[in-house]
C-alpha cells in the first residue's frame, strides 16, 4: 500500500510502505479521507513521538470503508461506511483500528467530511463533558474558536444549552464563531479577553475553559475563570513552562486540569473506546438533526500532504483541513 512518509527535513513523500493487516480485535479501513490535527505537524518535525505500538504514520482520524474483520470482531462487516479515532497510520491507503474505536457515517454527513469528525468530536466531548461537566447556562470560553476543535466546540456548548465565548484572531474567523452559536466574540489581537469574560459575566468569570495554548496563557486563564471553575489545557502552542500562582487557584476552588486523547488506552473506563461510545450516542444525535455539522476549511489530495500542514499552520483555513485519498 502506500502512506505519507516523513524524509529528511520533514519533508512527507507519498510512496509504497509495507501494507496493514487486521490483527485481533481490529478491522482495516480502506482510507477516503484523513484529517489533518496539529499533532500531525509536531510528529513530522521530531516534537511528538507516536505512542508504544502505534502506527509510524501520519495521521489520527479518517473515514472510508471497513476492508477486513480481524478475529473476534462481529460488530462491523466488510464493505461498511465509517470513521475512526486512530492513534496512527491515517495518512495512508489503508490503517489497521480496534474496532472499538470504530463509529458510524452520521446521518447527514458525506464518507469524505466524516474524515472531519472523530478527533474533533472525541476531544470536545471528553473534555468539556466527561472531564469538565460542563452544565447548561454556564460560560465555557474556547480559545482557538475557528480551529477545528474551537468549530465543533462551539456547536456542541451552544446545542447543550452553555453559553459561549470565544478567541480569534480575525473578523473573519470570529463571524464564522458567531454563525455557529458563539455569544462572545473576542479578537485576542486588540482585546483582553479576561477583562472581556468578567464584563460579560459581572466579574465572575468562565466556569469552564478549554485552552490549546498552554503555558503562555495559564496565569490569564486563572484569572478568567469563575469560582469553581475548571480549566482543562489540551495542548501547549503557547509553551510547556509557566509560574502556576497556586494562592488564585485557591481563592477560587478552582481546577486545572490536563488531558490527553492520544496517549488512552484502547479499553477501559478512560479509553478511546469509552470515549467513542459517548460521542456515537450524545453527538451523532446532535449531528443528525442539523444542530451540530462538520466544518471543513480546505480539502487536498493526499499528495499534497506538506501543504495541509502549512495550511494548518498559517491559520489561514478554519475548520478542519482534510487529505482525500481515495473515491
Not at 81 to 107: F, K, N, S, T, W
Not at 150 to 171: C, D, E, F, M, P
Request: proline share 6%; hydrophobic share 45%.
Amino acid at each position: 500500500m502506500r502512506a505519507i512518509v516523513v524524509e529528511d527535513s520533514s519533508r512527507l513523500v507519498w510512496r509504497e510502505v509495507p501494507a496493514v493487516a487486521a490483527q485481533t480485535g481490529e478491522v482495516v479501513i480502506e482510507i477516503i479521507s484523513a484529517g489533518v490535527n496539529r499533532a500531525d505537524v509536531l510528529q513530522a518535525s521530531g516534537n511528538y513521538p507516536p505512542p508504544p505500538g502505534a502506527s509510524p504514520i501520519l495521521g489520527l482520524e479518517v473515514s472510508g470503508r471497513i476492508a477486513e474483520l480481524g478475529d473476534g470482531v462481529t460488530a462491523w462487516h466488510v464493505g461498511q461506511p465509517v470513521c475512526a479515532l486512530l492513534a496512527g497510520g491515517g495518512y495512508a491507503e489503508r490503517v489497521a483500528v480496534p474496532a472499538g474505536q470504530v463509529m458510524p457515517i452520521p446521518d447527514g454527513v458525506s464518507l469524505q467530511e466524516a474524515a472531519a469528525l472523530p478527533e474533533v468530536a472525541c476531544t470536545v466531548w471528553s473534555n468539556l463533558m466527561m472531564t469538565a461537566h460542563l452544565a447548561p447556562g454556564q460560560l465555557v470560553l474556547l480559545h482557538g474558536g475557528g480551529s477545528g476543535i474551537g468549530t465543533h466546540a462551539i456547536q456542541v456548548a451552544h446545542a447543550l444549552g452553555s453559553r459561549v465565548a470565544v478567541t480569534a484572531g480575525s473578523a473573519e474567523k470570529l463571524a464564522i464563531c458567531r454563525e455557529l452559536g458563539a455569544d462572545i466574540l473576542i479578537n485576542y489581537r486588540d482585546e483582553d479577553f479576561v477583562e472581556r469574560v468578567r464584563a460579560e459575566t459581572g466579574g465572575l468569570g468562565a466556569d469552564v475553559i478549554l485552552d490549546l495554548m498552554g503555558a503562555s496563557y495559564l496565569d490569564r486563564n486563572v484569572d478568567a475563570l469563575a469560582p469553581d471553575g475548571r480549566l482543562v489545557i489540551i495542548g501547549f502552542q503557547g509553551g510547556v513552562k509557566a509560574e502556576l500562582n497556586i494562592a488564585k487557584l485557591l481563592s477560587k476552588r478552582a481546577g486545572v486540569i490536563s488531558t490527553a486523547l492520544r496517549s488512552r488506552p484502547v479499553e477501559g473506563p478512560s479509553s478511546k473506546a469509552s470515549i467513542v461510545t459517548e460521542v456515537v450516542a450524545n453527538v451523532w444525535p446532535m449531528i443528525a438533526d442539523g444542530r451540530v455539522r462538520p466544518i471543513v476549511g480546505a480539502e487536498l489530495p493526499i499528495e499534497q500532504a506538506g501543504e495541509a500542514h502549512r495550511l494548518l499552520t498559517s491559520g489561514e483555513a478554519h475548520g478542519k483541513v482534510l487529505l482525500r485519498v481515495g473515491d
